[in-house]
């Protein structure tokens, strides 16, 4: 059984996988059984993720929450090497070491129109997010990935870089257009730092509000070991904060 930690409401301990989703051939979602703690987790959070006693890493693996249901939390993860790899040969059963819920979480809305834009694996955190907003909200959501096999089709509107799927194209082409067409009155975004100082650079011409979240490896998930530290404009001012701990949500 988790316990809790001194790092507000976050549980430190030990879960189970209940089962595991293969999307395709890289992209997979694990599901682990939800304590009670963890049902409160908001979407933007994350988890830190290991498989006790294999030589995984002596780190656990920062991972965003794709889903809550009942009581299962989703994990969707990209198999891009050794750690994630392991993970996605997990079985159903295996026990797990986490922490979590960790960081921030994106802000919530009501009654607004809201623009979600997403590329690659930036496309998990947004998906919990999106069945919270939908409900209150008209939410459209815009999603690029390099080849059909990035993409995935709870979005409305789908870029690939070869045109297998969707539009061919940059997703950042396509929020030009939108925007042009529509006013949002918030934009959530997640996915390849360029992608996202690009969607940063449309949005602030048309004075629209928009929240990211970061992508950066956070060793210990819970700003003790400062590995994930980053530069932020505020103010006009360069300051440095820590994505596990001060994010992984900026505006």
Not at 19 to 48: H, N
Not at 135 to 145: D, E, S, T
Request: proline share 3%; with cysteine.
């Amino acid at each position: 059984m988790p316990v809790e930690m001194n790092t507000g409401s976050a549980i430190l301990g030990k879960t189970f996988i209940t089962r595991l989703d293969r999307l395709s051939i890289d992209y997979f979602i694990v599901w682990v059984k939800a304590y009670e703690k963890m049902l409160d987790a908001i979407p933007g959070q994350f988890f830190e993720i290991k498989i006790p006693g294999s030589d995984l890493s002596l780190l656990r693996k920062p991972i965003s929450i794709y889903d809550i249901r009942d009581e299962e939390i989703g994990f969707m993860i990209k198999r891009i090497g050794y750690g994630t790899d392991m993970l996605s040969k997990a079985k159903e059963g295996q026990i797990l070491d986490i922490i979590g819920p960790l960081g921030n979480g994106f802000s919530d809305s009501e009654n607004k129109d809201i623009l979600l834009i997403s590329g690659g694996i930036g496309y998990a955190p947004l998906f919990y997010l999106k069945r919270k907003l939908e409900r209150k909200n008209n939410v459209v959501w815009m999603h690029g990935g390099r080849t059909k096999n990035d993409v995935f089709h709870s979005c409305n509107i789908i870029y690939t870089d070869d045109g297998s799927s969707g539009i061919r194209g940059l997703v950042t082409d396509g929020l030009e257009l939108i925007l042009a067409e529509k006013k949002f009155a918030m934009i959530y975004c997640c996915g390849p730092d360029q992608m996202m100082k690009r969607c940063s650079e449309i949005a602030s011409k048309l004075n629209c509000e928009m929240e990211v979240s970061l992508e950066e490896y956070m060793g210990c998930g819970i700003g003790a070991c400062y590995g994930c530290v980053v530069s932020i404009r505020e103010d006009n001012n360069t300051v440095y904060k820590r994505v596990c701990k001060e994010g992984p949500v900026f505006k």
